[in-house]
């Protein structure tokens, strides 16, 4: 079983940055692909990045592109998502998941562990 719990989101204006976290209580952390994904009020569950075990490969969807960043750190169990120049279309509630698989995914079915959420506001 793995934990998941992700902090950082909050409320930031047009433009903005923001840096979630994401921490998973794994003993094999590095055995885990990792995702965000983000979920808007009424709309479905949307993947937004990914990164493998090792950290070498990422995904993003086309609407964050260079504008978002993941990373780990895999000494402190952690995933980050980097948020720069934020939009209101970016307001939503952001969700970390885990996958016990070298390779990230985008489909939300492809992880098995997911944490609460994080709200993310960004306002003009």
């Known amino acids: 079983q793995v934990l998941v719990v992700e902090s950082g989101g909050g409320s930031v204006q047009v433009g903005g940055s923001l840096r979630l976290s994401c921490a998973a209580s794994?003993?094999?952390?590095?055995?885990?692909?990792m995702g965000w994904f983000r979920q808007a009020p009424g709309k479905e569950r949307e993947f937004v990045a990914g990164i493998g075990r090792s950290g070498v490969r990422t995904t993003y969807v086309d609407s964050i592109k260079g504008r978002f960043t993941i990373s780990r750190d895999n000494a402190r169990n952690t995933v980050f998502l980097q948020m720069n120049n934020l939009k209101s279309e970016d307001t939503a509630v952001y969700y970390c998941?885990?996958?016990?698989?070298?390779?990230?995914?985008?489909?939300?079915?492809?992880?098995?562990?997911w944490g609460q959420g994080t709200q993310v506001t960004v306002s003009s």
């Open positions: 794994a003993r094999t952390f590095s055995s885990l692909a």
């Open positions: 998941a885990a996958k016990v698989d070298p390779y990230d995914s985008t489909y939300t079915g492809g992880y098995e562990y």
